[in-house]
């Protein structure tokens, strides 16, 4: 599959089977986020594979009841916890370069970007998960003081097909020339 499908047809899968992510294909999709470009270069993503049951069990606690996200992370027979180190991207000389602060997030949402479209390339699925404690997840994962848990996604094979995507805006809606 071209990146150009992997994009078009990739979904929020929320459903899995439990079947294992093959250690070949999770090092290709691996390898994948690693290539993303960051800030200067600065890769400040940290990434955490969790696979224990009990781990996945106190990461959904953390995840409300009404998100769907929450049953996703037990059924996945594979959790990424993507974490970002903090003081980085976005900084020179120590001091932050931006209007926006750390540049932590864009830097790993272009790193689960690349992993989503590769897992997608290879038949696997996965779903962004942001809505939950971060301070109870990353106490969870033992995560030291200077880093910060951006995302959680589970990672596997679909339970289920596909189905179509949700209307996209049309590029006329939403992109200008030279000026807003």
């Given at each position: 599959m071209d990146v150009f499908e992997a994009m078009a047809n990739r979904r929020s899968v929320r459903k899995y089977l439990p079947d294992p992510v093959g250690e070949e294909d999770?090092?290709?999709?691996?390898?994948?986020?690693?290539?993303a470009a960051s800030w200067a270069n600065t890769q400040c993503w940290e990434i955490v594979l969790v696979r224990d049951p009990a781990v996945k069990e106190k990461l959904a606690a953390t995840v409300p009841?009404?998100?769907p996200g929450r049953g996703a992370i037990m059924a996945a027979p594979?959790?990424?916890?993507?974490?970002?180190?903090?003081?980085?991207s976005g900084f020179e000389k120590g001091?932050?370069?931006t209007v926006h602060g750390d540049w932590m997030l864009f830097d790993v949402a272009l790193f689960l970007a690349n992993v989503t479209h590769a897992a997608h390339a290879l038949g696997y699925g996965t779903l962004h998960v942001g809505l939950f404690d971060h301070a109870a997840a990353a106490a969870v994962l033992g995560a030291p003081d200077d880093i910060r848990l951006v995302e959680l996604m589970p990672i596997g094979r679909s339970a289920r097909p596909p189905r179509p995507g949700p209307p996209r805006r049309?590029?006329?809606?939403?992109?200008?020339?030279?000026?807003?």
């Open positions: 999770l090092t290709r999709i691996l390898e994948a986020g690693r290539m009841a009404y998100n594979l959790v990424l916890a993507a974490c970002a180190r903090t003081g980085r001091l932050v370069t049309q590029l006329a809606e939403f992109l200008h020339q030279e000026r807003f």
